[in-house]
């Protein structure tokens, strides 16, 4: 505050040796010399591209250790209401191009790196992307970070630090999906990270929980293990601002048994010291899909435990009484997994801190929100009562003693058993979701649909216990600075230059895009465009020929597709009209032909390593494409392309060459989606169902600017049901997809019986509707075709499809979860 008395030493030496952002480019390229010199011991004539990164990355870092640390020392002085973003996975991707935008400074490193003797791009591509997620569920907190900062909003991320990150993905010989691990930490420090060894927090397990008079209970004995913290730094965009996202590792608390060692049982000594390890080793490549491992257990408590002393450490700091717990602290659940922050804060406040039950109880219910990201039923939690009476004996306890449904309803056996925290059966089972969504302030969904969902089916009876005020929706957003400014600079320069204003403003206000719509009738504007999605399949096509030594046609129209292998995301809908068109192209003559459209169609994405069908449908695609390219009759008007090991780089190159992208989930099923947002962010058109934020993006950009097809939410369930009990032969309800798999299971592409799983899925049951959606899917992509014959339209579908995307910025949706739902306010750090 400039009024307290200067603590130590002679304060003008300290304020001579404080240093500031360096902004110029001398004082960078001085910066990053030092770094070669002391921090990696090299020089000059001995550096690779390698060194040269982390040299760079070094000198952002203390750029960046600087602003957290300002962020970190005002927000505890000022202390603001703050909000915890709990998410058990963060796909942050790669930092050093963000970070080096988010600061405003890469002009000054590339310039300076090019006086050093390097390129920037080349550097950019040393950084191995941080995967600590699945899929949508954790880019999307990766995103929120983003907005966090940026808006200037005290929020912090709490997660794990994985020692392996989701699987490296390769693709064998035979079109087989292959897990490599990913050892992201392996290449030495990670500098964009500050390993905080001081912050640390024990964590038990197994035990005895005794309960004692008044409520409490005493909990002792079993497994304790060290929670030790990692810092990652999350810049703001043009702001001083930049928040935290702490991830947690875990550590034995003992050593190893030296007893045990001296015995000479070395097995013995280091069990424990790997068991405690062994908890923040490896991210559960599954997504959703839900498993009762005591492993994931541990980790769901160790991560939810360690995060809540923390926060409850920091609030006792400020020294408020309980009662005020909710005025400074908002938690949000990022799905069911960090649901055990319910019983785990019951127990701080009713076991160690004394609170009685009830005001406990008040405190919880006021502080934590829960969102919910799937409604399929395979996705939704639920852990054995014996596994967890072992592992976490006093929540269980806890978990019993809440109960607040039976006073509502007495009597009502089928509602009761319907809500019950419990699930009856052998074992029963605690239902994560019921869980999570009696012990907070508010539930949402992640796009307007989704939450109809949520309300109407899995939550149903808590809407009718609770009110449905408690029930909302915050649709799902994205970061333009990641999904615009960094993955495709040119267009962002021309935004920037046809605005007119700087692009800091507009990618904080991305609204302002609305202000291309004029320019759709600006032809000259029009060629700029597309000579930009031009390049952007250029660079797509480089990057294809340096990783896979193939070559890509660039007059094509790009057809993309990239997400996690599912059955419901329907892959397999898209090859089999990829093989549908192959077909058509086959029967054509040659003067039909050129008449044709060409089009690369582009998949990307990995499967749950034990999930076979979705497996089996990658290796249809890898076959299909090698029979579809090497074809001379058709080559040259349609070609495939399963691009392997799908990570945030590979979709920052993906994302901006596309003309179309697929979202073709059976409706009801895709809770929002992100990457259609990004996709249209980016000038491509969407072909999709009628499904998760496909909907809300169709209604900002105009349904004539998207390509919808498909049966609607409504319908699916009696088309299921008809599939079950009346079945009619795919031949009869859609000849065109029967020939299909006629043609597959007749070894068109090869392995002839290998893929009778899959096609059997189709055939009998079908559950995602596959032949339901077939023509009209097929009809969809027709029109694709009428559509693109006329470029000058496509190119103003393609500027309004962008200028309409404002909405969707994760700026908009983070400042809903703060206004609506946590009660925070933005501070800026001076
Ligand atoms: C998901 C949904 O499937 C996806 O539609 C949504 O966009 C994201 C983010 O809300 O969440 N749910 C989920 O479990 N995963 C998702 O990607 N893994």
């Known amino acids: 505050s400039g009024k307290e008395k200067w603590p130590r030493g002679d304060e003008s030496v300290w304020k001579e040796g404080l240093r500031s952002v360096n902004t110029d480019v001398p004082s960078i390229t001085k910066s990053i010399v030092n770094h070669v010199q002391t921090s990696l011991a090299r020089q000059a004539y001995n550096l690779d591209d390698l060194g040269a990164y982390q040299a760079a990355a070094l000198s952002v870092r203390d750029d960046l250790i600087l602003n957290w640390n300002d962020t970190q020392i005002h927000y505890t002085q000022k202390t603001p209401k703050r909000a915890y973003y709990l998410s058990l996975e963060f796909l942050m991707g790669r930092t050093f191009d963000n970070a080096l935008l988010n600061l405003g400074l890469k002009d000054q490193y590339r310039e300076g790196i090019t006086k050093l003797g390097f390129n920037m791009e080349d550097l950019l591509e040393q950084e191995r992307d941080a995967a600590l997620g699945n899929g949508g569920l954790g880019r999307l907190a990766a995103c929120y970070l983003d907005s ?8 912090w991320g709490y997660g794990l630090r994985y020692q392996y990150g989701i699987f490296q993905q390769l693709i064998s010989p035979e079109g087989q999906q292959l897990e490599q691990p990913d050892p992201w930490l392996a290449g030495g420090e990670n500098p964009w990270e500050l390993p905080r060894l001081d912050v640390t927090y024990e964590v038990r397990f197994y035990g005895t929980a005794d309960r004692l008079p008044g409520g409490r209970a005493l909990w002792q004995g079993g497994q304790e293990v060290l929670a030790v913290a990692y810092d990652v730094m999350v810049p703001g965009c043009y702001t001083k601002n930049t928040n935290n996202l702490r991830l947690w590792e875990s550590k034995p608390k003992r050593g190893f048994d030296l007893n045990s060692f001296n015995a000479g049982d070395y097995e013995h000594a280091v069990e424990s010291s790997n068991s405690a390890a062994a908890i923040t080793s490896v991210l559960y490549p599954n997504d959703h899909t839900t498993f009762g491992k005591e492993l994931r257990l541990k980790q769901q408590y160790f991560w939810t435990a360690a995060s809540l002393a923390d926060i409850v450490r920091r609030f006792k700091n400020i020294a408020k009484p309980f009662s005020e717990f909710p005025d400074y602290v908002a938690i949000q659940l990022n799905d069911t997994h960090p649901t055990l922050a319910i019983p785990e804060l019951m127990r701080i406040l ?105 309300r109407t089916t899995i939550l149903k009876d808590f809407v009718e216990f609770e009110g449905l005020s408690k029930f909302s929706n915050v649709t799902n957003g994205i970061t333009p600075r990641r999904w615009l400014d960094q993955c495709n600079p040119e267009l962002s320069a021309l935004i920037t230059k046809t605005l007119k204003v700087d692009k800091s403003v507009w990618l904080k206000d991305l609204e302002r895009l609305k202000e291309l719509l004029p320019y759709a009738e600006d032809a000259a504007f029009r060629k700029e465009w597309a000579a930009i999605k031009q390049r952007n399949k250029e660079r797509l096509a480089h990057h294809v020929e340096t990783t896979l030594g193939l070559t890509v046609n660039t007059n094509a129209m790009f057809d993309v597709q990239i997400k996690r292998l599912h059955e419901y995301k329907r892959q397999t809908l898209n090859i089999l009209g990829v093989i549908h068109r192959y077909l058509k192209l086959k029967q054509m003559s040659a003067a039909e032909r050129k008449k044709v459209n060409p089009r690369v169609v582009f998949f990307a994405g990995k499967a749950a390593p034990g999930y076979y069908i979705a497996k089996l449908t990658i290796r249809l695609i890898v076959n299909a494409a090698r029979i579809i390219n090497a074809d001379p009759d058709t080559r040259d008007l349609l070609t495939v392309y399963f691009l392997p090991d799908y990570s945030v780089s590979l979709a920052e190159v993906l994302i901006p060459s596309s003309d179309i992208s697929q979202h073709i989930s059976t409706a009801g099923t895709e809770a929002s989606g992100t990457s259609n947002m990004k996709f249209c962010l980016n000038g491509g058109l969407l072909v999709g169902t009628v499904d998760g934020a496909n909907i809300e993006i169709a209604e900002a950009v105009g349904e004539n600017n998207v390509f919808f097809f498909g049966h609607l939410t409504p319908a699916v369930e009696d088309l299921r049901y008809q599939h079950m009990y009346r079945p009619v032969p795919v031949e009869e309800k859609c000849p065109a997809l029967a020939n299909v798999l006629d043609k597959i299971s007749g070894g068109m592409f090869g392995d002839r019986e290998v893929y009778e799983p899959l096609l059997n899925t189709i055939r009998q049951g079908d559950f995602y509707l596959l032949t339901d959606d077939f023509d009209s899917y097929i009809g969809a992509l027709d029109m694709v075709d009428k559509a693109y014959l006329d470029k000058e339209e496509w190119i103003k579908k393609s500027i309004r499809t962008t200028a309409n995307m404002g909405k969707f910025s994760s700026d908009r949706a983070i400042l809903e979860y703060a206004e609506s739902f946590w009660s925070i306010e933005p501070i800026k750090v001076p």
């Open 350 to 454: 009713v076991d160690e801190e004394e609170i009685p039950w009830g005001k406990a109880w008040d405190i919880v219910t006021n502080t934590v929100f829960y969102t919910n990201h799937t409604v399929l039923p395979e996705a939704l939690e639920k852990w054995p009562v014996p596994l967890m009476e072992h592992l976490l004996p006093r929540h269980m306890q806890i978990i019993y003693d809440i109960v607040t449904v039976e006073k509502k309803f007495p009597g009502d056996r089928d509602r009761l058993a319907r809500m019950s925290l419990i699930e009856e059966g052998f074992p029963k089972q605690v239902r994560m979701a019921h869980l999570a969504c009696i012990g907070n302030r508010k539930v949402n969904g992640v796009a307007e649909l989704h939450s109809e969902l949520v």
């Open 148 to 155: 966090s900062a940026s808006q200037e909003l005290p929020v």
